[in-house]
């Protein structure tokens, strides 16, 4: 650290060869930075601005920890530390350097290990706008599988640390989206709302990259909402080729590119020939951009280790090639930044063209395309989902309880927070890391959520308290997906706690593990609830992450949740018989019927409850009918689990690569049949039927229908997928409807706005089919549908409990794919390693999922999708505690509670709730549902907060940005010339109306987000 301090020092008086220099600016509150920093270069030149950078990986190859020290580099030579520590003293020897910096995960380390010199001249730098903060999240996140929730998270917790050490100097205008795999109108419409100018990125279809670079369309401006109007319109850049150094400009000391080499004195000078070709290469790349201005990436992964190599050789080519220009050249070169870039071209008066797409799916050649990913290690993606639900529970109980400081509860969140964030990175939910890394980011969210299991724990024994008496503590099962809690199945006598973090009731389906039967169950009010005792089938208890568990059997039970609430179950076991009148209690009927024998089989080919109906083929046991009873409304569905032959690659000219985790390349063009017949078995009850289908020893699934619920329920368990044949599977849920869907199916973007998909068509050039599935393959992160485009009659939706890849690849037919084994060592995207995931018992893994079949009109299918939608990424959160008996419990503690007053109204959603800043609250609220979307709930709608919570009021109330690092009233994005293809949106000036309405009415227009800070005074 002396030695670092010293050199910095020593950097004052360091002079480079061949550049202008200024005197550097002394007084900690110069503040230059931003715009008020940019030089804009020449006019009547061509300026190339030079963005130095260093793209750091939160997480790959290695784990975001060894990346950070610089360990293991015999796997990638990357130590970030290092280059934090070289960069800083490189940009002090010279004022007319300049760098970025992305992934405040890094930083954040960083920042915490200097010391108080350090740390000045870093703010120095920052408030000159020599060092600038870019895009600012906690990482660089995937938009294909992550779901909008999380993405706001992950930035909002980069964006305060960075507000917080450096203020408004710290605050980046611009996103830099350089490595997804393709990339999300929703992400462009977030950071539109977050309140940045531009986004800049390298990765699109080359397709597409040669149609624009031909159109001088590669700058434009990307409209990200069909519902937000300007407020979501977000200018965005894409890059000439990749984020790297031009070929043969790359200094970094991990590449072999000649140095300048420009001392007369000494042999092998290059100077001329450098230039020369330097010149060439701007020149060529410039011309394919609209203006005077073009933007060149000088770093690539993990470069500036030493950055005086970089630095060193950047200013000769500065000062040689602008030499140039006395002998006519027209470059000229300039240290920039992407902020100092977008205010060019900006200023250039220039009326940019525009897109209303999104830049899926990617694929860099011809037989390329990274659509793989899209399901790439599924169960971490479940994880991923499952723990950002348990993070927002979390949050909310920790702010409906007021932990303070006693409970350390700002520490222990903020341990999952980040675990979250960095599980957004781009090689993390994405699936695209080796398996080692994998296992880390796990690793990370299940600490997380064991500090946060405290802090709910420590929230709920507070709320439940009556006069200062705690109830036990709670205990929690992870293993629920795979019916095992060892707390239940030991016990004869518990309680079960269930919170709702919705902001409106709800009715949630409850199965509870046990080790028998029958229980006898009280609810909060000392009523006797409804259950139904189901055997844990066969497959579910072969699953060999369930080797310890005593489970038999599950209660099935049916709840009603209070709003921001939670309720208290009695269970106790019983030796009642199960169908006692005093217990009201019903178990499942013991008829299980073989569906291929002719045992009573005109008894069972038909599941049905007050909505739903279902036949089943009594012969092959497959699907045949699906009908919604009240809109009587009916399909030939037909749905099996089927499988691709993964492509193991050949070919050079062009590139077929094997399928891998970033690519799907299968061999067919139709996904094969397990079997044609499959073994079923019917359980029928009071509450709950359930279909279990046997495909193969590796494929089954359970179709269920709960009593009164408007969708049908598909658990499927896939796993260890075979390839002992030497053949890699990708496995799909296949369905086919009959629908008229002509080519058109539908997807969401991260959770939110619906997007188009038209098989074999992009919007915005001609494409070349050169892979008929693969191409056509889509993010499906909550649902996917289609529907008769004839007639406008029917509408069929599959949705999931994750991110995941889904097509329409025959009109009438939707697929989704669900896992993916393979055993080739694909090299894609430098990852040396085969997607061969396998489970505790060495095996490959079994991954279990469900998902929801809704079938309605396309009038009324809105409402239905958004709440269930909402209901599967806020779930309910569910604990179990010991039980002292009703009686005992009830006199001392709470048996329910609800945080709110009343509930918000039946479209809006309150996206979060956690405690900010020393006594202020962050609160989110959301719209959820588009326009026309439904009648009435896609209409604007206003409502108080005054009087909403019931264990605070709300004093005070400052509107932020989307990122809540900045008073939405300061927010002034940089305006651009171009012509709306869509219309504009109320939302962009709602919040200019709230000044004449009571300050606690909030107006929401159809997909808008606001964000507030609260100051609350205790009830």
């Not at 300026?47 to 920890?65: A, E, P, Q, R, Y």
């Amino acid at each position: 650290m002396l030695l670092f301090a010293f050199l910095i020092i020593l950097a004052f008086a360091t002079h480079g060869q061949g550049c202008n220099r200024t005197p550097l600016r002394e007084g900690k509150d110069i503040m230059h930075c931003g715009y008020k920093a940019c030089d804009l270069g020449k006019p009547g030149l061509i300026n190339i601005h030079l963005i130095s950078h260093s793209h750091d990986d939160v997480g790959w190859l290695k784990t975001v920890d060894q990346y950070y020290y610089g360990s293991k580099n015999s796997v990638a030579n990357a130590g970030v530390q290092y280059i934090l520590d070289s960069v800083i003293v490189e940009l002090m020897k010279d004022p007319s350097r300049r760098f970025i910096y992305v992934e405040v995960a890094f930083f954040y380390r960083w920042w915490n290990e200097q010391n108080d010199f350090i740390r000045h001249q870093v703010k120095q730098l920052v408030n000159e706008g020599r060092f600038e903060f870019i895009l600012g999240g906690w990482c660089m996140n995937d938009e294909a599988a992550t779901h909008y929730n999380a993405i706001i998270d992950q930035h909002t917790l980069g964006l305060k640390f960075l507000e917080d050490n450096f203020g408004e100097c710290g605050r980046p205008r611009a996103a830099w989206q350089i490595d997804p795999f393709g990339h999300s109108k929703e992400q462009a419409s977030l950071f539109a709302q977050m309140g940045y100018d531009g986004i800049f990125f390298a990765r699109i279809d080359e397709q597409d990259r040669v149609n624009r670079k031909a159109t001088k369309t590669m700058e434009m401006v990307w409209q990200g909402s069909n519902n937000l109007g300007e407020a979501a319109d977000l200018f965005t850049g894409v890059f000439f080729t990749h984020y790297s150094s031009p070929s043969g400009f790359s200094y970094d000391s991990s590449r072999r590119d000649q140095p300048i080499m420009d001392d007369d004195r000494l042999h092998d000078g290059n100077v001329k020939e450098r230039v020369d070709k330097f010149i060439s290469l701007m020149t060529e790349m410039s011309s394919r951009y609209a203006t005077n201005h073009y933007l060149q990436t000088m770093g690539d992964d993990f470069n500036y280790m030493n950055a005086n190599i970089n630095f060193k050789n950047m200013d000769k080519l500065i000062t040689y090639v602008n030499a140039r220009q006395s002998k006519g050249s027209k470059i000229n070169l300039l240290y920039s930044t992407p902020t100092c870039y977008l205010y060019a071209l900006n200023q250039a008066n220039y009326t940019w063209p525009t897109k209303t797409d999104d830049f899926f799916p990617y694929a860099p050649g011809p037989h390329i395309y990274w659509t793989g990913y899209f399901t790439s290690r599924p169960a971490l993606k479940y994880y991923v989902r499952q723990t950002n639900s348990f993070l927002q529970a979390c949050k909310q109980l920790d702010t409906l309880a007021q932990l303070g400081v006693e409970h350390n509860s700002d520490i222990k969140v903020g341990v999952l927070k980040r675990a979250m964030a960095t599980a957004q990175h781009h090689d993390a939910v994405s699936g695209t890391e080796v398996q080692n890394v994998a296992d880390d980011y796990a690793l990370r969210l299940a600490n997380g959520t064991a500090e946060c299991k405290e802090v709910v724990s420590d929230a709920l024994q507070k709320l439940m308290a009556k006069s200062g008496t705690f109830p036990p503590r709670q205990y929690f099962c992870n293993l629920l997906n795979i019916s095992m809690c060892n707390f239940t199945e030991t016990r004869t006598q518990f309680t079960v706690t269930i919170y709702n973090p919705l902001a409106r009731p709800i009715i949630h389906w409850a199965r509870i593990p046990v080790e028998d039967g029958p229980y006898d169950v009280l609810g909060p009010y000392a009523e006797r609830i409804e259950t139904q005792v189901i055997d844990i089938e066969n497959r579910t208890r072969s699953i060999p992450e369930r080797n310890s568990s005593k489970s038999q059997k599950e209660v099935v039970m049916r709840v009603h949740l209070e709003p921001l609430g939670f309720s208290t179950f009695f269970f106790n076991k019983t030796t009642l018989d199960a169908d006692s009148a005093t217990r009201r209690v019903v178990r499942a009927s013991p008829s299980v019927y073989n569906m291929r024998s002719n045992q009573r089989r005109e008894q069972i080919t038909t599941l049905q409850n007050q909505h739903i109906l279902i036949d089943v083929d009594p012969v092959t046991g497959m699907l045949t009918r699906m009908v919604n009873k009240d809109k009587l409304l009916s399909i030939p569905l037909q749905q099996s689990i089927r499988y691709y032959s993964a492509n193991q690659g050949k070919g050079l000219n062009p590139p077929k690569p094997p399928s891998g985790a970033y690519i799907f390349r299968p061999k067919e063009t139709f996904p094969n049949a397990i079997t044609t017949k499959v073994t079923t078995k019917l359980v029928q009850g009071n509450l709950v039927q359930e279909l279990h289908q046997t495909f193969s020893p590796w494929a089954t699934q359970v179709v269920r229908l709960y009593d009164d619920q408007e969708y049908a329920e598909l658990e499927w368990t896939v796993g260890p997928i075979p390839i002992d044949d030497k053949q890699g599977k990708e496995v799909v849920a296949y369905f086919s409807t009959g629908l008229a869907s002509n080519k058109t199916f539908y997807t969401d973007a991260n959770g939110r706005e619906i997007q188009t998909r038209i098989r074999d068509f992009r919007p915005t050039w001609k494409l070349g089919v050169n892979e008929p599935v693969a191409g056509n393959y889509y993010p499906v992160n909550s649902r996917i549908y289609i529907q008769d485009e004839i007639n406008k009659s029917a509408r069929f939706t599959v949705m999931t409990d994750r991110s995941l890849g889904g097509a329409s690849i025959k009109d009438g037919d939707l697929e989704i794919m669900v896992h993916r084994r393979l055993f080739m060592q694909a090299q894609q995207g430098g990852m040396h390693e085969a997607l061969n995931e396998t489970g505790s018992d060495g095996k490959g893994l079994i991954v279990r999922g469900k998902m929801y079949l809704l079938l309605d009109t396309i009038e009324d299918s809105g409402q239905l999708h958004r709440e269930l939608g909402e209901r599967l990424f806020m779930a309910p959160l569910t604990s179990f505690s010991d039980n002292p008996g009703y009686k005992t419990w009830s006199s001392n503690y709470k048996t329910s509670y609800s945080g709110l007053k009343m509930s918000l109204p039946p479209n809006v959603h309150l996206l979060t709730l956690e405690q900010w800043r020393g006594t202020t609250f962050l609160l989110r609220l959301e719209h959820f549902y588009e326009k026309n979307e439904h009648p009435t709930l896609s209409k604007n709608v206003t409502f108080s907060l005054k009087g909403l919570f019931k264990p605070f009021e709300i004093q005070s109330i400052d509107e932020l940005t989307l990122g809540a690092n900045q008073k939405l009233e300061y927010s002034h994005r940089l305006k651009w010339r171009y012509n709306r293809s869509t219309g504009s949106s109320d939302a962009e000036n709602t919040h200019k109306t709230e000044q004449y309405k009571d300050k606690f009415d909030i107006t929401l227009t159809p997909m808008q987000i606001r964000t507030f800070q609260v100051s609350i005074m205790q009830r």
